[in-house]
C-alpha cells in the first residue's frame, strides 16, 4: 500500500482515536515523510529493516542529529510501524525494535537570573508601545509565563473564563499529555492581569480567548506571541525563550521553597522525576540545602 495513504491513515486514527495535538501528528508526518525519502520507497511492502537502519545511520553521522532528534525519529517511526502491523498492512517485525537508541544527554535547564526576569518584566511594561492595551496586555503575556510556568500553546489556547482572578486560579484545560491542571495565581499577577481586563473590557473584546488581538476581536496567534518576543528580545538584549520561562518558574519557585512535589503538579509533569532535573538547576536551593549539614556548628 501507497505510504502516504497509510500516513494520512495514521495521522486520522492518532487525532480521533489516540487525541495526540497538532503538534505530534507534525511530527509523525515529518518522520515518515523524510524516511520515504531517505530510502526512496513509495509502499510499505518496500520497508525494511536495512534502510530503517541506514536512516539512523545517516542522521547520526551526516546531519549530527543530537540524542533527542534521534529519539523523536525513533518514537514516531515505531508507533507507526507498530499501528501498520496492528492493522495488518506490515507483515514483518517492527523494523525499529533492534535499533540501538542512543543515551539521552542529561544538560541542565537554562534560566533566567531574579534580577534579569525582573527586568524582564519592567522592559515590556516601560516599551514604547503604540497603544495602552499593548502594554497591559504585553506585560499581562509575559507576567502570566513567569508566574504561572505555561507553556506556550497552553497561553494561547487559556480561555476568559479559566482564569479566576477572584479565587486566585488559573486552570489549564486539557495542556500537555492532554491534562488538565490548576495553577495557583499570585496577587502580583492578580493585579497585573486586572489591568489587562480593564483594557479588554474598553475596547470591548468579547472572544472567548483569554488573551486577544488589539485589531480583531480573536484570540491571540501563534505568530504574534512570536513577533512579541522577538521584539522584546531585542529590546532586552536577553537571549530567551518561552520555554526558558517556564524553567525560571521552576527554578525561583523552589529557591523560594516550594516543595518538589507542588512544583511537578503545577508544572503538568506526568513524571515527577521530570522535576528533579530543576533541582539540580538551582544553585541557591542547593547552597540552602547545605546549611542544614549537621556538621556545620563545628
Given at each position: 500500500m501507497d505510504m502516504r495513504i497509510l500516513c494520512q491513515k495514521f495521522c486520522d486514527y492518532s487525532i480521533s482515536i489516540r487525541g495526540y495535538s497538532k503538534n505530534t501528528i507534525r511530527r509523525y508526518k515529518h518522520s515518515i515523510s523524510f524516511y520515504c525519502a531517505f530510502a526512496k520507497i513509495n509502499t510499505i511492502e518496500e520497508v525494511s529493516e536495512e534502510n530503517v537502519r541506514a536512516l539512523f545511520y545517516y542522521g547520526r553521522a551526516k546531519r549530527n542529529?543530537?540524542?533527542?532528534?534521534?529519539?523523536?525519529?525513533h518514537k514516531s517511526l515505531l508507533v507507526f510501524f507498530r499501528w501498520c502491523i496492528n492493522e495488518g498492512f506490515m507483515k514483518q517485525k517492527n523494523p525499529i525494535l533492534d535499533i540501538e537508541k542512543p543515551r539521552l544527554e542529561k544538560k541542565l535547564p537554562t534560566k533566567l537570573t531574579k534580577q534579569n526576569t525582573l527586568r524582564l518584566l519592567e522592559i515590556v511594561y516601560n516599551y514604547p508601545w503604540a497603544y495602552k492595551f499593548l502594554r497591559y496586555r504585553n506585560h499581562a503575556i509575559f507576567a502570566t509565563y513567569?508566574?504561572?510556568?505555561?507553556?506556550?500553546?497552553?497561553?494561547?489556547?487559556l480561555k476568559y473564563t479559566d482564569v479566576d482572578i477572584e479565587n486566585l486560579s488559573v486552570f489549564i484545560k486539557q495542556?500537555?499529555?492532554?491534562?488538565?491542571?490548576?495553577?495557583?495565581?499570585s496577587p502580583t499577577l492578580a493585579l497585573i492581569l486586572t489591568k489587562y481586563l480593564d483594557e479588554r473590557i474598553r475596547l470591548k473584546k468579547t472572544c472567548p480567548e483569554f488573551f486577544t488581538s488589539l485589531n480583531h476581536n480573536m484570540g491571540l496567534t501563534d505568530t504574534g506571541v512570536r513577533n512579541l518576543?522577538?521584539?522584546?528580545?531585542?529590546?532586552?538584549?536577553?537571549?530567551?525563550?518561552i520555554h526558558k520561562l517556564r524553567h525560571t518558574f521552576a527554578t525561583l519557585l523552589l529557591e523560594g521553597g516550594c516543595d518538589i512535589y507542588s512544583l511537578s503538579r503545577m508544572m503538568g509533569h506526568t513524571n515527577i522525576g521530570t522535576t528533579t532535573i530543576y533541582?539540580?538547576?538551582s544553585a541557591e536551593h542547593l547552597r540552602s540545602?547545605?546549611?542544614?549539614?549537621p556538621l556545620n556548628d563545628i
Open positions: 542529529w543530537t540524542s533527542n532528534t534521534f529519539l523523536c525519529y513567569i508566574f504561572c510556568g505555561l507553556r506556550k500553546q497552553e497561553l494561547l489556547k495542556g500537555k499529555g492532554n491534562k488538565d491542571r490548576v495553577v495557583p495565581m518576543v522577538d521584539k522584546i528580545r531585542k529590546a532586552s538584549g536577553m537571549n530567551f525563550t533541582l539540580y538547576a540545602q547545605m546549611g542544614k549539614h
